[in-house]
C-alpha cells in the first residue's frame, strides 16, 4: 500500500549542495523520511475497483461513473 | 518461497497459530504474500492400517478385498483396486467420513456386492507425490526422517501400530506459508533461514542447524576430479561421490513436504537435491558419474557460440561470459542454470556425483537474461550465496542419500575455492541507535536481536561490535544496516508516533499547476471525460500520423531497453492515445465522444533552426471531439465534432485564463485536414493587454507564441483509426501558464454609452477574417471599442472571387458620448485601410 521508511544515509552523499565541490550532506547530521503511495491503490479501496488496468483501458463506461 | 508450515515448525515452534507467525514474519520484514493450504481438510477418520490378509474379489479380477487391521476389536473390509496391495503391509487408509484434498467425503461403498469401510490411500490422492501405479507403502524408510533414525538406533518395531493416526507419522495436511523475499535476503529462500527469522521475532528457541551433524568427510575424492579455470565466477566448488545409489520414488515424507513446498516429486535422488535446497537456500545438482566423461569435471568460460543441450533438451548458443561445467566428452551443463541431458540422473544410475557449487551472482544473472532461461537454481544463484552454505547443503544431502537411496559416501570432498573470507566486524554506537530511531534500545537488547540473527556480538565503550554471519555478509555491511536489524525485530510498529513540527511548511500549488488544473476542470465542466493514456508509444505511431522524413515530431526520444517494440519511443504527441481512446470507445459504446488527455509530451535533444535544442518534456492539454456533438433529440441536432466545434471550446477554455489569442491557418501538422486547420497563437505583452488586442503595437513588442494546433483530423488518418468525422485541438500548458496572468488587472470602463455602426464591405476570398479584424482595429485606435464579423454572404451579386461581409463596430470614449461626427474621421481611416486590402464598400 505505501512504502516509507529512512533515507539511506548512502543517498546524502550524492546531494548536491551549492558549495562547490562539496561531497554532500554529512549523513551523521541529516536524516529524514521518504514515503509514497500509488493513488491508483488508494481510489481502487475507496471505490471499489477491481482491475488496475481499468484506469489505462480509458474506457467510457468506466470514466463516467466519476 | 513457499514455506510448509509443518516444516517450519520442525525448526523454530512459537505458541502461534499461523495467521499469528503471519503477523510477526510481515511486520519484521519478511512479507508473507499468502497462505495456502496443502494436503486434505482434515486429518480425522485417517489412520495407519495393517493389511492382514488380501484376496482376489469374488465377481472382479482387478480389485481384492482385504482385511485391515485398524487397530480395532475386529478388522475391517475394505475393497482394494490396486495391483501391490498384499497382506502383511503398513499402508494409509481413509475412513468413511473422510475429507480428500478435494473437499469430498468418503462414503461406505458396496463394490460388486462387497462393503468395503474405506480406502486404501495412494500418494497422489493425498496429495503427497506423484500418481503412480498403487497403493503407498509405509515401511519404516518411509517414514518421517528423524523418527526412523530414532527408531533404528533404539532397534524397537520398526512400524507404526495399526489405528496411529495418518497426521502424526505423514504430512498430510499443512498451510503453506508463501513468502516475498526481497533480493537482499537470499538466505530466506531456505525454509531454515526463514525458521531463524521466526525466532528473532518471537523469541521462540529455534532447533540447531540441521547440516551441523555431517555423514560426510573432507579430504581429497578418489574416482572423481573437478577443475575450476575461471575462480572469478565461481568462488566455491564442492562435489562429493556417492556409491550403490538405488534409484526410487521418494519416500512419502520426503515427497509430501515437496510437494507442499511446489516442487513436484520426481524420484529419490533429484528430490533430495530439491529438499536440501529448500532446507538450505543453496541449490545442488546431481551427475550420473558413470556418464560423466573420464569422471572429470572442468568449469571453465564458454567459447563464443558454443552449443549446450540443457535438460528441458533445447540446444543454447553460449557466448564467452558464460561458464559452463563440461567432461571428457564435452559441455554437459551452464553453470548455475541448468545441467545437461548427457549426465542426468537415470533410473538405472548408480553412482552420483553431487554437485553443491557457488557462482558468481551477476554473472548468472546476465547469462540467465541472455538466454531466457530462468530456474529455480538461477533465481537463488543470481541473489548472492554464500559460500559456506555449499557444505550446508552436502551434508543435508548425505544424510538423505544414504537413508532413501540406501547410498554410500565415498570418502572425503572435492573442495575448490572453500570459504568466503570472514566477514569483518561493524561497530554499532548507542548514540547513533537513539538517533536514527529516536528511541532508546538497550545495549543488551540490541545484542539479543542480533544473536538471534546469528550476529557475533561484543560489548564495546561506546556500543557493540557485531559481525554478520556469512550469509548475511553482503547484506549487512554498515552500521546503518545493524540499526535497521535492531530496529525490525525490536518492532517498527513499536515507535512512538510524532508529528513534525510544522513551522513555515504550508504548501501550495504552484501557478502552472493551477493553470493545468483549471484548464482541466474547465473541460470536465463543458462535459467532457479526462483519459490517461501511456508516456511510451510504438514507433508506426509517426506513420500513422503522416508524418514527413524530417517533421520536427520525428525528432522522438527512445527508450534504451524498452519492455517492447510497441512501447519504445517517448510519445511526441498526445493525439496517440486519445485516437486509440476513441476507437476503444467507438467499438464498444458508439462513435460519439469529447474527451481530453493532460499530460507530457517529449522531443529528442538536437539541432532546429535556432541551434542546439535540449531534451524537452512539456505539459500539454489534448481535446478529441468525435461523432455528434450531442445525442439525437426533438429539438434537432446540435452539430457534428467539427473545426467550429473544437474552436469555440477552445475559445471557452483560453477565455478562462484571460490570454489574448487568435488562430491563424498553417500546414504544419499532416495529421490534420489541410482546409480545415489552424495553429494557435497567444500574444505575450508586455504592455497593456488592451493596446495588444488593438494591433498597437509594433510587431516587436506584442510577441506572438504558438500554442498549438487546432483542426479536423485528416481523414486518411481518422480512418486508420475506424474514425469519422473528429476534431482535436492541442496546446502547451507551460506556454500558456507563461502567458495568463497570474492576477487580472481590472480596466476601467466610463459611465457613457457606446456608439454603434455597421459596415459591408465585399473583399477578395483570400483575406482572412483574422486579417481583416486586424486592420480594422489597427485602423480603429482607441476609440474603437470591438469589432465583430456578423454576416458573410457570396453570390451573384459580388461578384466572382469576392464576397461580402458585415461589421459590427462600436466605439466609446471615456470621458463623454461620442456622436456620429464624433465617429466619422475613424470611420474613414477605417475604410480607407480597408480599400487596402481591396475592399469596396457596399450601397
Not at chain 1, 477491481?50 to 468506466?62: A, G, I, Q, V
Not at chain 2, 542447524?209 to 564442492?238: I, K, M, N, Y
Not at chain 2, 540406501?406 to 547513533?432: C, F, M, N, Q
Not at chain 2, 504558438?706 to 481523414?715: A, D, K, R, T, Y
Request: aromatic letters at 4%; hydrophobic letters at 40%.
Amino acid at each position: 500500500m505505501l512504502g516509507a521508511g529512512e533515507v539511506d544515509p548512502n543517498v546524502y552523499s550524492h546531494v548536491a549542495t551549492t558549495e562547490a565541490n562539496s561531497p554532500g550532506y554529512d549523513p551523521e547530521r541529516v536524516q529524514g523520511f521518504a514515503w509514497g503511495m500509488g493513488i491508483e491503490r488508494i481510489a481502487m479501496l475507496m471505490h471499489g475497483i477491481p482491475d488496475l488496468r481499468l484506469y489505462y483501458e480509458n474506457d467510457l463506461r468506466f470514466l463516467e461513473q466519476f | 518461497m513457499r514455506v510448509p508450515e509443518t516444516w517450519l515448525r520442525e525448526y523454530c515452534d512459537p505458541d502461534l497459530d499461523v495467521a499469528g507467525v503471519e503477523e510477526r514474519l510481515t511486520m519484521t520484514g519478511t512479507k508473507v504474500e499468502a497462505i495456502h493450504h496443502h494436503g486434505v481438510p482434515s486429518t480425522e477418520n485417517l489412520v495407519v492400517g495393517r493389511v492382514l490378509s488380501a484376496e482376489r474379489h469374488p465377481d472382479a479380477d482387478r480389485l481384492k478385498v482385504c482385511t485391515v487391521d485398524l487397530g480395532e476389536e475386529s478388522p475391517a473390509t475394505i475393497v482394494c483396486g490396486a495391483p501391490n496391495v498384499a497382506a502383511g503391509q503398513t499402508v494409509a487408509v481413509a475412513r468413511p467420513g473422510a475429507r480428500m484434498p478435494d473437499g469430498s467425503k468418503l462414503k461406505q461403498a458396496k463394490l460388486r456386492g462387497v462393503v468395503s469401510e474405506g480406502m486404501i490411500l495412494a500418494a497422489a490422492e493425498l496429495e503427497i507425490g506423484p500418481g503412480g501405479e498403487g497403493i503407498m507403502v509405509l515401511d519404516d524408510a518411509m517414514l518421517d526422517a528423524d523418527r526412523s533414525t530414532d527408531r533404528r538406533s533404539n532397534e524397537i518395531s520398526d512400524r507404526p501400530a495399526p489405528g496411529t493416526p495418518l497426521a502424526d507419522v505423514l504430512p498430510i495436511s499443512t498451510e503453506v506459508i508463501e513468502l516475498e523475499v526481497t533480493p537482499n535476503r537470499p538466505d530466506c529462500l531456505g525454509v531454515y533461514g526463514v525458521a531463524r527469522e521466526l525466532h528473532a521475532a518471537t523469541g521462540t528457541p529455534l532447533a540447531p542447524e540441521p547440516w551441523r551433524e555431517d555423514q560426510g568427510s573432507s579430504g581429497a575424492v578418489t574416482g572423481a576430479e573437478v577443475t575450476v579455470q575461471c575462480p572469478d565466477l565461481c568462488p566455491r566448488f564442492t562435489a562429493r561421490v556417492f556409491e550403490n545409489v538405488t534409484i526410487a520414488p521418494s519416500p512419502p515424507w520426503l515427497a509430501a513436504r515437496l510437494s507442499a513446498a511446489g516442487q513436484r516429486p520426481i524420484n529419490n535422488v533429484v528430490d533430495i537435491t530439491n529438499y536440501a535446497m529448500l532446507l538450505t537456500g543453496q541449490p545442488l545438482h546431481a551427475f550420473d558419474l558413470d556418464r560423466v566423461g573420464g569422471a572429470r569435471l572442468t568449469v571453465r568460460r564458454a567459447g563464443a557460440g558454443e552449443h549446450v543441450i540443457t535438460l528441458d533438451g533445447q540446444t543454447r548458443t553460449l557466448d564467452a561470459e558464460m561458464v559452463v561445467i563440461e567432461d571428457a566428452d564435452g559441455p554437459t551443463s551452464i553453470a548455475g542454470l541448468m545441467g545437461g541431458e548427457r549426465s542426468e540422473v537415470q533410473p538405472e544410475t548408480t553412482r552420483v556425483l553431487l554437485e553443491v557449487a557457488n557462482w558468481h551472482g551477476p554473472n548468472i544473472h546476465r547469462t540467465s537474461w541472455a538466454l531466457g532461461l530462468r530456474s529455480e537454481a538461477s533465481g537463488r544463484f543470481e541473489k548472492g550465496l554464500a559460500p559456506e552454505q555449499c557444505l550446508w547443503a552436502q551434508a543435508i544431502a548425505t544424510r538423505l542419500m544414504i537413508e532413501c537411496c540406501g547410498a554410500s559416501v565415498t570418502p572425503g570432498t572435492i573442495d575448490i575455492g572453500g570459504e568466503g573470507a570472514p566477514p569483518p566486524a561493524i561497530g554499532l554506537r548507542e548514540t547513533r541507535v537513539r538517533a536514527i530511531l529516536g528511541i532508546e534500545i538497550p545495549r543488551a537488547r540490541q545484542a539479543e536481536i542480533l544473536n538471534a540473527l546469528d550476529f557475533h556480538t561484543a560489548e564495546v565503550d561506546d556500543g557493540l561490535q557485531a559481525t554478520p554471519p556469512p550469509v548475511r555478509r553482503e547484506d549487512v555491511t554498515r552500521e546503518i544496516d545493524l540499526i535497521e536489524e535492531v530496529a525490525r525485530i525490536d518492532g517498527l510498529e513499536r515507535l512512538p508516533i510524532t508529528l513534525p513540527a510544522r513551522r513555515g511548511a504550508a504548501g501550495r500549488l504552484t501557478h502552472a499547476q493551477r493553470v493545468r488544473r483549471s484548464a482541466e476542470d474547465a473541460l470536465v465542466g463543458r462535459g467532457l471525460h479526462e483519459i490517461v493514456g501511456w508516456s511510451f508509444a510504438e514507433p508506426t505511431l509517426l506513420d500513422r500520423l503522416l508524418l514527413g522524413p524530417d517533421h520536427p515530431l520525428r525528432s522522438v526520444l527512445r527508450i534504451e531497453n524498452p519492455l517492447s517494440e510497441d512501447q519504445s519511443i517517448m510519445r511526441p504527441t498526445l493525439l496517440g492515445s486519445l485516437l486509440d481512446t476513441a476507437r476503444h470507445n467507438a467499438s464498444r459504446g458508439g462513435p460519439d465522444l469529447a474527451i481530453f488527455e493532460s499530460g507530457a509530451v517529449y522531443r529528442a535533444a538536437g539541432e532546429d533552426s535556432d541551434g542546439d535544442r535540449p531534451a524537452d518534456e512539456h505539459h500539454e492539454l489534448g481535446v478529441l471531439l468525435s461523432g455528434e456533438l450531442e445525442p439525437p433529440s426533438w429539438r434537432g441536432r446540435r452539430g457534428e465534432a467539427d473545426f467550429f466545434a473544437a474552436k469555440a471550446l477552445l475559445g471557452s477554455l483560453l477565455d478562462r485564463f484571460h490570454v489574448h489569442w487568435s488562430v491563424r491557418e498553417a500546414a504544419h501538422w499532416p495529421f490534420l485536414h489541410p482546409g480545415r486547420s489552424a495553429e494557435i497563437v497567444v500574444h505575450r505583452s508586455s504592455a497593456e493587454p488592451r493596446l495588444a488586442e488593438t494591433g498597437m503595437l509594433a510587431e516587436g513588442e506584442c510577441l506572438p507564441a504558438s500554442v498549438g494546433f487546432l483542426g479536423e483530423v485528416h481523414p486518411r488518418v481518422a480512418e486508420s483509426w475506424d474514425l469519422e468525422r473528429t476534431a482535436t485541438f492541442a496546446i502547451d500548458l507551460g506556454i500558456l501558464a507563461t502567458v495568463a496572468p497570474e492576477v487580472v488587472s481590472f480596466t476601467a470602463f466610463g459611465p457613457f454609452p457606446a456608439l454603434r455602426q455597421d459596415l459591408a464591405v465585399t473583399l477578395p476570398v483570400e483575406v482572412s477574417a483574422r486579417e481583416l479584424l486586424h486592420l480594422v482595429r489597427r485602423a480603429g485606435a482607441e476609440m474603437l471599442d470591438t469589432a465583430e464579423i456578423f454576416d458573410v454572404y457570396t453570390g451573384a451579386q459580388v461578384g466572382a472571387g469576392r464576397r461580402s461581409l458585415a461589421l459590427t463596430m462600436s466605439f466609446r470614449a471615456l470621458e463623454r458620448t461620442l456622436t456620429d461626427e464624433d465617429v466619422a474621421p475613424v470611420r474613414e481611416r477605417i475604410i480607407a485601410a480597408l480599400s487596402e486590402l481591396g475592399g469596396e464598400l457596399r450601397g
